[in-house]
């Protein structure tokens, strides 16, 4: 099942996003706006619910996406790192700088995953 891009061409364009609640959709929306000064802000109705500094993104967007079906998982980091070894295997010093792109995707992912167990 291909999974829903996050926003739409006219929504990252914009960096605006306004959203109707799905079970209230008569409601005021939603709306979240980056500033462009690396700040998130989040707004429902004319109350100001949500501001983000730049150094709480991180933090955030890994809360955002743990349990999230279009989150990140233990196997997709180590599915990763099979790809980076296998880049180097196959491909030996060709290959390296294939493989470590792949090692510091697979290290970006995995910033955003609690701690085994957890």
Excluded: N
Excluded at 25 to 52: C, M, N, R, S
Excluded at 53 to 67: G, N, Q, S, T
Excluded at 73 to 100: F, H
Excluded at 102 to 107: G, N, P, Q, W
């Amino acid at each position: 099942m291909k999974i829903k891009p996050a926003l739409t061409e006219q929504e990252w364009a914009k960096g605006v996003i306004v959203r109707a609640h799905p079970r209230f959709p008569e409601g005021p929306p939603a709306t979240i706006w980056d500033e462009g000064t690396g700040q998130v802000l989040f707004k429902e109705a004319d109350h100001l619910a949500v501001h983000v500094f730049p150094h709480l993104r991180h933090p955030v967007a890994a809360l955002c996406l743990k349990d999230q079906p279009f989150g990140f998982t233990r196997k997709d980091v180590q599915a990763v790192q099979l790809a980076a070894r296998k880049a180097r295997q196959r491909r030996g010093v060709e290959g390296s700088g294939y493989a470590d792109y792949l090692d510091k995707l697979a290290d970006r992912i995995e910033a955003l995953l609690p701690p085994e167990g957890g």
